[in-house]
């Protein structure tokens, strides 16, 4: 049986390795082959972290493998590691395979020790920087392989500042880091009862299984939830040679982007921290310049830079991301990945690479998504009368967001989970600081570059963020905040402008963004708009799934219209019952005689029948989709415990309640049900209530022969709720057909509309095929069809363990967003398969919300359906993600 390998040299692998190597060993090992300057070493597997989550224990032959690669690497530099002269030192980063910055361990500065340091001082001639490095190590190994609190680092690190008068740890000198590292080691043996290890070979081999350990993290697993990565992929381990950044100012250490993150534009951003090793720069603790400055520092090094930028971006097709760092003149790239970028810099990115010949139109559609267009889409401030900034800053990831000012991420969770928007302000952040962060309606932080650990971590999520707002004095213990002679504190409202970069008090107006006035307008201004009409255009020409809307009103199908929807999937009647109708429906259901219901119902017939004539205009030409009215009829009837509070109350006082009022209550308390979701609605409520069902149908004929007087072309549906039995079915039909029967003779105009059913119950999927030879089409309703598979009331389980349930894993994401694919959909599937087998070509849609959420709108298009319908605004986004289901398929099934 062959042996597993678990460590792989960087000469040994390549950028299709992500799934062995990680996404940075992989990229580490194309870097590699492609002739690029990175600092030899090696990596240990995703395999090994896997065996090692599954035993809690190192994997057997580890050890042994990374000490044989490790005397490999150690020949190739003729030194060894720890050794007491010019020591080999070694860094150890995780490196999983999907991108997750800063939610697992580093370990810098592997091999130094109470001799060693002494090495390094002689060998570099820089005895400062040499008890820099071992004061990093102690920190860092202390806090990620032992446990202690870095905070508790932090207090002894502000200690001897303030011993020394220093306002940053620049100003130490070397004896002052000298006795920091002791200080650290002493607080490492009371709070562990461990000596810090001097053997080199045991730092690095606890290093590996702490970056292992630190998969299963909180902040990693609250991060892989968020970004919807699996938990069982675990993360490979870089071992890789030190260069160092912070041997003077010859030396630092950098980020850079080939292109814009935040916006797309091209040419070379990043930011570089001179005299500092490249956890600086990420962790915003120093202010960085901009990376075109270190053309004037080290001309030599940046010109290198660029054209490694080049090759990469080639290489790649993309925008790529890339840690480097400069060693006293001499360059080295430590890592690159494809760059995290905002939803504008997305649609611009892919255009301009389109333009440039380094991809085609189906990779460019393949590079958007209907998210980042959603994102697109949200409103902008109006500046009109805006106020002067507080504060500026560096524009980070763009957008526009109001919100109480906090300065601690727990704080942020408590108001988001109490409805309120907040802003989360702080220093810099930390790893530490995701649950805030994804709270948050923005991040604005006084430390900090393009480049900080903010900036990346929001523009992956699509937060709005302002990084490096040097007019800020952030005090999180006071909460608050100075800007000149202003005083901010916990709870203030701010606006926050992730576009330009500016913090603003107090709630500034939104108005449309550019993208929305494209869909409404059809008008094209702007590389961005011009990016995202032309990707539109892709999508369009290669999706087979249509997009309808859901649309009540003719205003909201005027809207869908404009938005590029091919017809109404779901009208719901039952809206156009509500405000001042809602005393007709009261009549109805008060009426004790056969004469006086349908009085009440021949008063709603013709205001139904000219919501019906709006909406049929709005949509001429293209099917809407009418279904029958679906919430149970004491939903329009007043609230049973505030009728009875009020009656009782008018007794009190004196006032008798009078007769209508009695009879409300009686009503109520006749139709009340302790679980009306599943009770006297839908279909079961148009078979029980004499002339509901004909009111309605006549209301959607009279409006069909109205439309057709007029010149237009009406292609009204009827849609029968809740259908559980084809004998419901096929009673509604008979109904149906009888209406518009009597339409066609007494108008003279012939009045055909298809009946088809909602697919929202389980036995409606399960006995399909005998629906089907009662429906015209069906369309899947996943809003109930989850609540009665999984056996949720919606209304109460979201807000009763939703959220522990999200935490626990039991669910990646809410079924209600995001369609169940194991459960639901494959109820789903069966539905499609049994009903196109009784009625061949038998049209299938689906209605709820899922029809606008875009994972489910793939799993639709692979499910076979024709169309999805969604809300107007969402429109846009289920056309694009049609065609990428599209595309998608294509690639999967080409030869």
């Avoid at 930011?271 to 400055?293: C, F, H, K, S």
């Avoid at 892709?538 to 590029?564: I, K, S």
């Avoid at 009728?643 to 009686?666: C, F, K, N, T, Y």
């Avoid at 679980?675 to 004499?690: H, I, K, Q, W």
Wanted: glycine fraction near 10%.
């Amino acid at each position: 049986m062959p042996t597993t390998v678990f460590v792989y040299e960087f000469t040994e692998g390549n950028r299709d390795m992500a799934d062995l190597l990680g996404g940075k060993g992989a990229n580490l090992a194309e870097m590699t082959r492609i002739g690029l300057p990175v600092p030899p070493g090696f990596t240990v597997t995703t395999e090994a972290c896997r065996a090692f989550m599954t035993t809690g224990t190192e994997p057997t032959g580890l050890t042994e493998e990374i000490l044989r690669h490790l005397r490999a690497l150690e020949e190739s530099l003729e030194r060894q590691l720890g050794q007491p002269d010019d020591p080999l030192l070694l860094s150890v980063r995780s490196g999983a395979r999907f991108s997750m910055p800063g939610m697992m361990e580093t370990i810098l500065d592997i091999g130094l020790n109470d001799d060693s340091v002494r090495g390094l001082a002689k060998s570099s001639g820089n005895e400062r920087f040499a008890w820099d490095s071992y004061r990093r190590l102690v920190h860092m190994f202390g806090s990620t392989v032992l446990g202690v609190d870095s905070a508790l680092f932090e207090n002894v690190m502000a200690d001897a500042r303030k011993a020394r008068g220093a306002p940053d740890d620049l100003h130490l000198d070397a004896g002052d880091l000298a006795r920091l590292v002791e200080d650290y080691k002493n607080l490492i043996h009371r709070e562990t009862g461990k000596d810090f290890p001097q053997l080199p070979a045991e730092q690095l081999r606890q290093a590996v299984l702490a970056v292992f350990a630190s998969w299963n993290g909180e902040r990693a697993r609250l991060y892989r939830r968020r970004e919807h990565i699996p938990d069982d992929l675990g993360t490979a381990v870089n071992v890789q040679a030190m260069v160092f950044g912070n041997l003077g100012s010859d030396s630092g250490s950098g980020v850079a982007f080939t292109r814009d993150p935040a916006t797309g534009s091209p040419g070379v951003y990043g930011d570089y921290l001179p005299n500092a090793q490249g956890e600086d720069v990420v962790a915003g603790i120093r202010n960085t310049i901009p990376l075109d400055r270190l053309q004037d520092l080290d001309p030599a090094s940046y010109a290198e830079l660029r054209a490694h930028l080049a090759t990469l971006e080639e290489h790649y097709r993309d925008l790529c991301d890339v840690e480097f760092t400069i060693e006293r003149g001499t360059l080295w790239m430590l890592q690159t990945r494809i760059g995290k970028r905002t939803a504008q810099a997305a649609f611009t990115i892919a255009a301009q690479l389109v333009d440039e010949g380094l991809i085609d139109e189906s990779e460019w559609l393949a590079r958007v998504t209907g998210d980042g267009l959603a994102r697109l889409m949200f409103p902008r401030f109006d500046l009109t009368d805006a106020e002067r900034p507080l504060a500026r800053g560096i524009p980070a990831s763009p957008g526009a967001a109001v919100g109480a000012a906090v300065f601690d991420s727990a704080e942020a969770v408590r108001r988001a989970g109490a409805g309120e928007h907040v802003v989360l302000v702080r220093q810099e952040t930390t790893p530490d600081d995701l649950p805030g962060m994804i709270a948050a309606d923005a991040v604005l932080t006084s430390r900090g570059g393009k480049t900080s650990h903010a900036a990346v971590v929001a523009r992956g999520m699509g937060k709005v963020c302002v990084c490096g707002a040097e007019a800020l004095t952030v005090d999180a213990a006071a909460r608050c905040f100075t800007a000149g002679d202003g005083v901010v504190r916990e709870g203030t409202v701010l606006s926050v402008d992730g576009t330009d970069g500016t913090v603003r008090l107090g709630a500034v107006p939104l108005v449309d963004s550019e993208i929305m006035r494209y869909f409404e307008t059809g008008e094209r201004r702007g590389h961005l708009v011009g990016s995202v009409a032309r990707v539109m255009e892709r999508a369009d020409g290669v999706r087979r799934l249509g997009v309808r809307a859901n649309a009540d009103t003719p205003e909201d199908a005027a809207r869908a219209r404009r938005f590029g929807a091919e017809g109404i999937g779901l009208c719901r009647t039952e809206h156009m019952f509500l405000g001042d109708r809602r005393h007709l429906v009261e009549e109805m259901v008060l009426a004790r005689t056969a004469t006086d219901r349908d009085r009440a119902l021949g008063a709603l017939l013709p205001l139904q029948r000219a919501d019906f004539v709006g909406i049929l205009r709005a949509m001429d030409g293209l099917p809407v989709t009418i279904r029958l009215l679906d919430p149970p009829l004491h939903e329009f009837l007043p609230d049973r415990t505030e009728l009875a509070v009020h009656m009782a109350a008018a007794e009190a006082h004196g006032d008798p309640p009078g007769s209508r009022d009695i009879q409300l209550l009686d009503a109520v308390n006749r139709m009340h049900e302790r679980n009306p979701m599943l009770g006297l609605r839908g279909v079961r409520l148009g078979l029980v209530t004499p002339g509901l069902v004909a009111m309605q149908v006549r209301a959607v004929a009279e409006a069909v022969v109205e439309r057709k007087r007029a010149g237009g072309d009406p292609r009204a549906e009827i849609m029968v709720p809740l259908v559980g039995t084809v004998e419901e079915l096929r009673l509604v039909r008979e109904e149906v057909a009888r209406v518009l029967a009597q339409v066609s003779e007494t108008s003279g105009i012939g009045v055909t509309c298809p009946v088809g059913t909602m697919i929202e119950l389980p036995r409606a999927a399960l006995t399909a095929g005998r629906i089907a030879q009662e429906a015209a089409f069906f369309s899947f309703g996943t809003n109930d069809l989850t609540q009665t598979t999984w056996g949720f009331s919606r209304d109460d389980v979201e807000a009763a363990f939703f959220s522990a349930y999200l935490d626990k894993g039991v669910f990646t994401v809410s079924p209600f967003e995001t369609i169940d694919g194991e459960g639901v959909g494959r109820l789903v599937r069966f539905a499609v398969g049994e009903g196109r087998a009784a009625r061949p070509g038998l049209k299938i849609g689906v209605c709820g919300e899922h029809g606008g959420d875009p994972e489910s709108v793939h799993f639709f298009h692979a499910a076979g359906l024709d169309y999805v319908s969604c809300s107007p605004f969402r429109v846009p986004v289920a056309r694009l993600e049609a065609g990428r289901a599209a595309l998608e398929e294509s690639r999967f099934t080409a030869p």
